[in-house]
Antibody
């Protein structure tokens, strides 16, 4: 099972761009889909999007206009950029690996999460 | 937008059976899975593809998906099962999460 570790600034100002990185260890980066998921203080989970090592991406339609997910396969890490942040983007951000199998998608490993606060 | 609905809370006595439901209009045409999240920890996959148990998950956990409702069942519930549980599905373009159910073992 892969291990994932998020890293990021912790605090971002309103209207700026949030950047987070996720480092993958303990497995191949070519098999899974690599995701970002966030959890608001109210605890609801929200999927942000995924990237595959082929470059294929998928985004939550509600966030698509502000999100970019990229990947550096040689360094085994992938990144999230979320632009024009507001207080509503304050959340714990998780990176997670996902498997597609027979029409299902499920997250088999999660990072420990990175708290990101949007505040001036 | 499409949503999955879970009860906010479920209570169960130790040793009894806990049942957590997840409903959605088109859920019968998707595969459902379930995550357990203990306080201060990341979610952990419990069940996937409707009824398959994830690696390392005790046999007391089971699940099903029928009609428009997916169900997670915990038989012989233990104190360590107290946690938040989330259902999740994939509608071919988007990941959907339920709002979560807090399971209290008392």
């Amino acid at each position: 099972q892969v291990q994932l570790q998020e890293s990021g600034p912790g605090l971002v100002k309103p209207s700026e761009t949030l950047s987070l990185n996720c480092t993958v260890s303990g497995g191949s980066i070519t098999y899974h889909y690599w995701n970002w998921i966030r959890q608001s203080p109210g605890k609801r989970l929200e999927w942000i999007g995924y990237i595959h090592s082929t470059g294929n991406t998928g985004y939550n339609p509600s966030l698509k206009s502000r999100v970019t997910i990229s990947m550096d396969t040689s360094k085994k890490h992938f990144s999230l950029k979320l632009s024009a942040v507001t207080a509503a983007d304050t959340a714990v951000y998780y990176c997670a690996s996902a498997l597609f199998n027979g029409g299902s998608l499920y997250f088999d490993s999660w990072g420990q999460g990175a708290l990101l606060t949007v505040s001036s | 937008s499409y949503e999955l609905t879970q009860p906010p809370s479920v209570s169960v006595s130790p040793g009894q059976t806990a049942t957590i439901a997840c409903s959605g209009d088109d859920l019968q045409n998707m595969f459902a899975c379930w995550y357990q999240q203990r306080p201060g920890q990341s979610p952990v996959l419990v069940m996937y593809q409707d009824d398959k148990r994830a690696s390392g998950i005790p046999e007391r956990f089971s699940a099903s998906n029928s009609g428009n409702t997916a169900t997670l069942t915990i038989s012989g519930t233990q104190a360590m099962d107290e946690a938040d549980y989330y259902c999740q599905a994939w509608d071919s373009t988007t990941v959907l999460f339920g709002g979560g159910t807090k399971l209290t073992v008392l």
